[in-house]
T-cell receptor
Framework: GAVVSQHPSRVICKSGTSVKIECRSL??????MFWYRQFPKKSLMLMAT?????????EQGVEKDKFLINHASLTLSTLTVTSAHPEDSSFYIC????????????FGPGTRLLVL | GENVEQHPSTLSVQEGDSAVIKCTYS??????FPWYKQELGKRPQLIID?????GEKKDQRIAVTLNKTAKHFSLHITETQPEDSAVYFC???????????FGKGTMLLVSP
């Protein structure tokens, strides 16, 4: 149980375009989903927390207008990188928690974004 | 906010040896401590977790210990195997807050 999928797994785009990444909980309802960014050989950096039906909570330093997050249902959250630039190239990973205030997080397989 | 320190950053052992990774946390309200294993290019996978109402938890070759007084917790891997080679992350979360604070990771290399 507790399977999280993420799509696409890899994406290459031109500078200035927008990219949407989907995160789905396949066998459970995720009240909360998290979006992380990971640089090579670095730890996971939390970007934002999204709760179903409400606005995402962004971490300090993360531009909410650049990284649009939508959590429209209990099984789907999306991250849209708007007007992508080469510095946005990274490994983006989502995770989902089940319920309660103390949640075990299950991670998606990640999306490798390369902006040319 | 919470701050999690993890040591060592790299750890090399011979197959069959034990490996220990240590983490400290700053927020005394933290009460949930998961450990994740991440292989190169893959997702972090939960391997074991511990809550503050217990001091030790074991699952086959993996164990985690927690010292609430000292605010540190450790991952112990016995009889290491080459497939244990990966980056291991500790994390902590504060009571009432579902967000995890991760350590910087430990790259474990198990040589045959």
């Amino acid at each position: 149980g507790a399977v999280v999928s993420q799509h696409p797994s890899r994406v290459i785009c031109k500078s200035g375009t927008s990219v949407k990444i989907e995160c789905r909980s396949l066998d459970f309802q995720a009240t909360t989903m998290f979006w992380y960014r990971q640089f090579p050989k670095k730890s996971l950096m939390l970007m934002a927390t999204s709760n179903e039906g409400s606005k995402a909570t962004y971490e300090q330093g993360v531009e909410k207008d650049k990284f649009l997050i939508n959590h429209a249902s209990l099984t789907l959250s999306t991250l849209t990188v708007t007007s992508a630039h080469p510095e946005d190239s990274s490994f983006y990973i989502c995770s989902a928690g089940t319920s309660g205030f103390q949640e075990t997080q299950y991670f998606g397989p990640g999306t490798r974004l390369l902006v040319l | 906010g919470e701050n999690v320190e993890q040591h060592p950053s790299t750890l090399s052992v011979q197959e069959g040896d034990s490996a220990v990774i240590k983490c400290t946390y700053s927020d005394s309200a933290s009460n949930y401590f998961p450990w994740y294993k991440q292989e190169l290019g893959k997702r972090p996978q939960l391997i074991i977790d511990i809550r503050s109402n217990v001091g030790e938890k074991k699952d086959q070759r993996i164990a985690v210990t927690l010292n609430k007084t000292a605010k540190h917790f450790s991952l112990h891997i016995t009889e290491t195997q080459p497939e244990d080679s990966a980056v291991y992350f500790c994390a902590a979360t504060s009571l009432g807050d579902s967000t995890l604070t991760f350590g910087k990771g430990t790259m474990l290399l198990v040589s045959p």
